[in-house]
């Protein structure tokens, strides 16, 4: 197991998503986990699994980039080989993203390029979708927009409600989240300008599990 290989996540709330990268055992080191908001569950799952925490709360702080500054200040000091947002609900700063291209992930809950920002379940409900399904992507500079490393996708139910279509996507968050940090601590992974190569080899797409 590779623990040199030093993570640190983002969150704001339950910190599912943070759970599934603990309980995968994943050749890397979770050095910190970063709440924007005090006292989230997501924070106490860190403290459960000795993972030392900080609560950055950006209502505090005058501006997006003064937040960012020291959110940048913190991480800085882990010296982390990639950053995981994980449901951190904060619009991250040009010159943040800039800072850590390439070392910085995001898990959004649609197949990217569709349905970008926020209420994607119910935009794909309204919208009919047939399919749906939840985008692990390197961040840049454009909301939702990076190169897409994975992809889970899977069929929207003449049943689904918004909550049985996010329980179900966030099920699969957890199996492909974990497997594409795996890839990425393992060395498989590589971003040069805005491509993505894996095993050396540049990735025309995503690679998509579909769980039909
Ligand atoms: C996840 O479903 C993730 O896709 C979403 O927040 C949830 C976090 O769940 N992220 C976004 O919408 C980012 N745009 P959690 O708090 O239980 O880990």
Known sequence: MNTNYRIVVLLSGLGTT???IIDSQLPATISAVISNKANVLGLKRAEDANIPTHTLEHAIYASREEFDQQ????????QPHLIVLAGFMRILSE????QYYGKLINVHPSLL???????????????GEPLHGSSVHFVNTELDS????LQARLPVLSSDSVESLEMRIK????????TAISWLAEGRIELKGDEIYMDDKNMSGPVVMDYM
């Open 18 to 20: 943070l759970q599934s």
């Open 171 to 178: 099920t699969k968050e957890h199996l492909i989240y974990p």
């Open 95 to 98: 010159p943040f993203v800039k």
């Open 113 to 127: 390029p569709k349905y970008k920002g926020m209420h994607t379940h119910q935009r794909v409900i309204d919208d």
């Open 146 to 149: 990076g190169p897409v490393i």
């Open 71 to 78: 959110l940048q200040k913190l991480i800085d000091t882990y």
